[in-house]
C-alpha cells in the first residue's frame, strides 16, 4: 500500500510543551491544621510526530522546570517521538535558531524520518532509537534494521529541506545585534 506522505505545513492545534502543565492542579491540601504537599499523579502519555523546533521548545523547558517536581511527573512519562521535516513551515526559520529542520537525536526518544520518494510515492518511514526510552518502547516490535544508506539518505533530505527555506539574513543579523547590546532600549 501507499505510505501517507508528511505535510510540512501541517501545525498542531496545541502546542506540545503545554502538554506537561495542568491548568488546574492541587498542590497542597490542608488538614484543618497543617499542609501538606500532594505528590504529583500523572499517567503515562505519547506526543507522536513532534517536530524539531517544538522538541527543541520542550528541552528548553526541561532546563528550566529541572526543579519543578509537577513538570516532571508529566516529562518523566511522556515518549517523545519526534519527526523530521522535509521541507520548511511557512514562514519557518528553525534553521536559522538551530531547531530544525530534522530532530536531534538527544531531544526525543524515537525519531521518524522519511525513506526517500520513488516515483511520486513515499516508501516508508526509518524509525530511529535515540535514548533508552526510545528503545523500550519499541522492543519487542518486528522491526526490520535500515540497511546502511539510511543515514546518507537522511542527510541528503536535511539538505534538500534546508535549501527550501527562504532568506534569514534578517533574522540572523537580528540575534547578532542582540547579542552585541547593538539594540537600543526603545526597539
Not at 499542609?35 to 523547558?61: E, R, W
Amino acid at each position: 500500500g501507499k505510505v501517507a506522505h508528511f505535510d510540512p505545513q501541517l501545525r498542531p492545534l496545541v502546542s506540545p510543551k503545554s502538554m506537561f502543565f495542568s491548568e488546574l492542579e492541587s498542590l497542597f491540601v490542608f488538614d484543618s491544621e497543617t499542609f501538606a504537599t500532594t505528590k504529583p499523579k500523572h499517567g503515562s502519555q505519547v506526543l507522536f510526530g513532534v517536530k524539531a523546533c517544538d522538541l527543541v521548545a520542550i528541552s528548553y523547558q526541561d532546563k528550566h522546570f529541572q526543579q519543578d517536581p509537577y513538570y516532571q511527573a508529566r516529562r518523566q512519562k511522556t515518549l517523545l517521538v519526534g519527526i523530521d521535516c522535509s521541507a520548511p513551515c511557512e514562514n519557518g526559520f528553525c534553521r536559522s535558531v538551530n531547531a530544525g529542520p530534522h530532530v536531534d537525536d538527544d531531544i526525543a526518544d524515537l525519531i521518524l524520518t522519511p525513506m526517500p520518494t520513488i516515483g511520486g510515492d513515499m516508501q516508508g518511514w526509518w524509525l530511529i532509537c535515540s535514548s533508552n526510552s526510545g528503545r523500550a518502547a519499541v522492543s519487542g516490535m518486528d522491526l526490520r534494521p535500515a540497511d546502511s544508506s539510511w543515514k546518507s539518505w537522511r542527510e541528503m533530505s536535511r539538505r534538500h529541506s534546508e535549501a527550501g527555506f527562504k532568506s534569514d539574513t534578517h533574522i540572523i543579523n537580528g540575534i547578532q545585534r542582540i547579542n552585541a547590546r547593538a539594540v537600543p532600549d526603545e526597539h
